[in-house]
């Protein structure tokens, strides 16, 4: 019988492992599309949060701007900033405008947050430039912060309220709430200063979008105290998350000021506000080029009040 009659008999050896083989790299190929897909799903929530949080901080930027800013933007500028088509934030629209009105404008600085550790920085500035600004300072313990609150009103300056705590949660929860931390703050300033200070500014100003409760109890209140509450028409723009620099944020400062009437310039004095106080020498010299002065807030202060205080309720 010839050979290539003969039929191979099957390995079952060789069949097993060959199906195994198989299963193997099915098994490796199921892996690696699992991996793939466990790496990719953290990569596109990634993406999709950074989309959401930039276009919430553009809308923060935006709202902040338009609310507090020197009055209220455009319609066109509206348009534009909810395009996109500005730089995110921004509030440099131009180089600043040096012109003044006829007769001499009044420029209030004012520093909200501290004291701080930039505040030392700042009295030194004050006091090398001759000028005075205002605080609206917070409750700080801490034992190296403690004795700035007499150190600005012994330097001169004005010092004012800007809540106890600083958490909007508690301020605004309700009537007592406030009341309890407006007391607290008052009384903590005059036992560091000895001064019973009435000068006030509300957390995110009075025109702030976190109360529940409305702002005219608290105004109210604030008025059978005979306390004077401040917002501001200006502003630097170191409230926002842009990291503006030294050169911009003078640049929204002027540009901010009220070309025919005083000026209440909002800027901050907390530990992460070093450019703001590279800034201020550099802001102190253009305003004292122009035909301004530049005084402290005091009880002859015409207010800024986003809502005003005369304000009457229906």
């Not at 790299?25 to 930039?54: D, E, G, M, S, Y």
Request: with cysteine; glycine share 6%.
């Amino acid at each position: 019988m010839s050979s290539s009659n003969i039929k191979a008999k099957p390995n079952p050896g060789a069949q097993a492992a060959a199906e195994r083989k198989q299963r193997v790299q099915r098994l490796k190929r199921t892996l690696i599309a699992v991996a793939v897909v466990l790496i990719l799903i953290p990569i596109i929530a990634c993406i999709f949060l950074a989309i959401k949080v930039n276009s919430l901080q553009q809308q923060i930027d935006y709202l902040y701007e338009s609310r507090f800013g020197n009055g209220t933007l455009s319609s066109e500028r509206r348009v534009n900033r909810l395009a996109g088509s500005e730089e995110k934030g921004s509030y440099i629209d131009s180089e600043p405008d040096d012109t003044a009105p006829v007769g001499r404008r009044k420029v209030y600085l004012t520093f909200d947050d501290g004291p701080s550790s930039n505040t030392e920085a700042i009295l030194e500035i004050l006091n090398k430039y001759k000028v005075k600004a205002t605080f609206f300072v917070v409750g700080r313990t801490d034992e190296d912060l403690v004795p700035l609150y007499k150190k600005i009103t012994d330097s001169g300056n004005s010092i004012g309220l800007h809540s106890y705590s600083h958490q909007y949660s508690v301020i605004y929860k309700d009537l007592d709430s406030f009341k309890a931390d407006f007391h607290k703050i008052q009384d903590y300033v005059k036992e560091l200063t000895g001064v019973k200070t009435v000068l006030y500014r509300f957390p995110g100003g009075s025109s702030n979008q976190v109360s529940n409760i409305d702002m005219m109890e608290f105004i109210d209140f604030l008025n059978s105290e005979g306390v004077v509450y401040f917002d501001w028409n200006a502003a630097t723009g170191d409230a926002t998350s842009k990291n503006y620099t030294v050169k911009e944020l003078v640049n929204n400062a002027i540009n901010g000021l009220n070309k025919k009437g005083d000026t209440i310039l909002l800027m901050h004095d907390a530990s992460n506000k070093g450019t703001t106080v590279e800034a201020l020498p550099v802001l102190i010299e253009k305003l004292q080029s122009m035909d301004v002065d530049i005084v402290p807030i005091d009880m002859s202060t015409k207010p800024v009040q986003h809502i005003s205080a005369e304000t009457v309720k229906e």
